[in-house]
Nanobody, 123 residues
Framework: QVQLVESGGGLVQAGGSLRLSCAAS????????MGWFRQAPGKEREFVAA????????YSADSVKGRFTVSRDNAKNTVYLQMNSLKPEDTAVYYC????????????????WGQGTQVTVSS
């Protein structure tokens, strides 16, 4: 079965960095665009970043542009989210997800989801 497993979350001070990883199994990784979403307590899940199947195209939410970078290693079936200059408002559970068609910002268009990893940024 398909599994997406996130790792790399944790507690960090404002201004710090974290790198999230999402390891995929049970699917042909190169056939899927990948996305990162996050959900803070009491808020709806929101788009963070996405990357095309080949990795040639990436997309980021305005709130993280210039601070977060999405990348993928198709040889390792893994997608990454490098997060720099973290702010307290980045605190959330971060999820990776796969999309058979294309990298989009709409969560409803993603097929499979990981269980999430907590990121907490202290001020």
């Amino acid at each position: 079965q398909v599994q997406l497993v996130e790792s790399g979350g944790g507690l960090v001070q404002a201004g710090g960095s974290l790198r999230l990883s999402c390891a995929a199994s049970g699917l042909t990784f190169t056939k899927y665009a990948m996305g990162w979403f996050r959900q803070a307590p009491g808020k709806e899940r929101e788009f963070v970043a996405a990357i095309s199947r080949s990795g040639d195209s990436t997309y980021s939410a305005d709130s993280v542009k210039g601070r977060f970078t999405v990348s993928r290693d198709n040889a390792k079936n893994t997608v990454y989210l490098q997060m720099n200059s973290l702010k307290p408002e980045d605190t959330a559970v971060y999820y990776c997800a796969s999309n058979f068609w294309e990298a989009t910002i709409r969560a409803s268009e993603y097929d499979y989801w990981g269980q999430g990893t907590q990121v907490t940024v202290s001020s």
